[in-house]
């Protein structure tokens, strides 16, 4: 079967740093995606990696390691507003997307 | 603002009630989506709409019904439908189902079945 696996739930600190992982077994890849959704909001597209390595936007951080079936977010200097669940969906063959059941984050002063 | 709109965002009904669940996306894609997300769970997809011909329908109970007149609305009939059912039902639109686009969410509607 196919597989995401992330944190339940993870807490940090404000101005901190937070990695949080994600492993997948899956029919095939066309790449990792990460979403961010606040309580009550729709899920925002973060980042996308097709391709082993790092890509940096801003504060925010996703790697992928195919070989591994792995990726993280990381995220800096962090904020409040942070604060909320943070969503893996890695596409199959079939380029559909298979999802986490996400990880919230709680940022504590 | 992120192009995809849902009414009602809130619903209850009764288990016995005909309703619809409306979306529209404003961003000239071509894919619609119909997911349902339970608390603590992955989201489930529902339906996939791509060029308002239907490509997937994930082993979802005929009590839903959706329906894409065109590629800026889909809509989710909703009919005898269980308390387990209850659930937020998020629509998503992308520029097309069979590529890596990235997918964009409406807000959502809750739905409660009573």
């Known amino acids: 079967g196919q597989n995401i696996d992330q944190p339940t739930e993870m807490t940090a600190t404000e101005g901190a740093i937070v990695q949080i992982n994600c492993t997948y077994q899956?029919?095939?890849?066309?790449?990792l995606f990460w979403y961010q959704q606040h309580a009550g909001e729709a899920p925002t597209f973060l980042s996308y990696?097709?391709l082993d390595g790092l890509e940096e936007k801003g504060r925010f951080s996703s790697f992928l390691s195919r070989s591994k079936g792995y990726s993280y977010l990381l995220l800096k200097e962090l904020q409040m507003k942070d604060s909320a669940s943070y969503l893996c969906?890695?596409?199959?063959?079939?380029?559909?997307?298979?999802w986490g059941a996400g990880t919230k984050l709680i940022i504590k002063p | 603002e992120t192009g995809v709109t849902q009414t009602p965002r809130h619903l209850v009904m009764g288990m016995t009630n005909k309703k619809s669940l409306k979306c529209e996306q404003h961003?000239?894609?071509?894919?619609m989506y119909w997911y349902k997300q339970s608390a603590k769970k992955p989201l489930e997809l529902m339906f996939v709409?791509?060029?308002?011909?239907?490509?997937e329908n994930n082993s979802v109970p005929s009590r839903f019904s959706p329906e894409c007149p065109n590629s800026s609305h889909l809509f989710l009939h909703l009919h005898t439908l269980q308390p387990e059912d209850s659930a937020l039902y998020l629509c998503?639109?992308?520029?097309?189902?069979?590529?890596?686009?990235?997918?964009?969410f409406g807000p959502g509607t809750r739905l409660t079945v009573t």
């Open positions: 990696n097709v």
């Open positions: 709409y791509n060029f308002k011909e239907q490509t």
């Open positions: 969906a890695v596409k199959d063959s079939n380029y559909q997307l298979i």
């Open positions: 998503a639109s992308s520029q097309g189902a069979g590529e890596s686009h990235e997918q964009y």
């Open positions: 899956t029919s095939g890849f066309n790449g």
């Open positions: 961003l000239g894609h071509n894919a």
